[in-house]
């Protein structure tokens, strides 16, 4: 299943001049992003296949010529024996003609979703044009939400990139923020495709792991009264509860540190759950990890026999 751009070229190192990931694997690596038909001929060459792209629409740069060459590496990413319509990241070469950058989202005839796969390369385009800052930071969140709330393809590209800011960005992750998330995929539960559901799950697991888990520990600790320290270890509670995964023994070791320099009887019990239940979760997955070693092993001892 195509998820635009911007889940492409994931080893690249994430750069300052880009908000997004769209912006730091796409845009940094290309001089032309357009929408239109490569051609079923394609000639192959000694590492790389040829083929004559009919440019419909230019989304990103500048380009005068509606028929051009273009050039890729992967004989399986177009379709052989057919016209492939679609977006396509395009690197002008000096010798001439064009490479292809990534993989194309393909938009063909009938495309149900192709105006939202076009409304989302845009959006992301203009926000790259916009000067580096806080205020471009917002704007890139803004349209996160955005996104995620239509559902469908521009959601299921906003979980991926979500899944790049907890990997890459955590200092960008706010308590409000990830909170607006969670608002945003709730009210269009409905409108997502399993694949975005799966993505946000892991992208909300690893914000929680980067950055919110952090905050509610610090609430805890210096909460301006005990109802906003119980509120916190009530947060730490559902997180877990939603992302176990994303807790730890250090966690569960600053729960109980916490625990002992409060005089609040009943944030210590909040916080003496969450140990407990971290550990309880810590013990399962070593349990399961457990049990595919050991079938792992049986499929060796019988696959030599």
Known sequence: MNRLLAILLLAAPLAAAHESNFGRVILANCDLVVQGVASATRVEMKASVRVELA???????????????????????????????????????AEGGF???????LTPAGDVEEADKLRVARDFISLEKEAEGEGRTTRFWELLIEHLKLGGYPAQNAAVELMFVARDRSAI???????DVIAARDSALNRLTTQAKDDLKLACQGMVEAK???????????????TEKRKAADDLLALQKDYPRAF??????????LAEGSDDARLDEKLAELARLVRAEI???????????????????????
């Open 55 to 93: 440019v419909e629409s230019v989304l990103y740069g500048e380009q005068k010529q509606t028929d051009i060459v273009v050039f890729y590496n992967d004989p399986a990413l177009l379709k052989k024996g057919e016209a492939v319509r679609g977006l396509f990241a395009l690197k002008k070469l």
């Open 99 to 105: 490479n292809i950058v990534g993989k194309p989202v």
């Open 173 to 179: 992750i706010t308590e409000q923020r990830f909170d």
């Open 212 to 226: 919110v888990k952090s905050a509610k520990f610090k609430r805890v600790r210096r909460g301006d009264d005990k």
């Open 248 to 257: 730890t023994e250090e966690d569960a070791k600053l729960a109980e540190a």
């Open 283 to 305: 013990r399962i997955q070593e349990a399961a990890e457990r049990d595919k070693e050991k079938e792992a092993r049986e499929r060796v001892k019988h696959a030599g026999k």
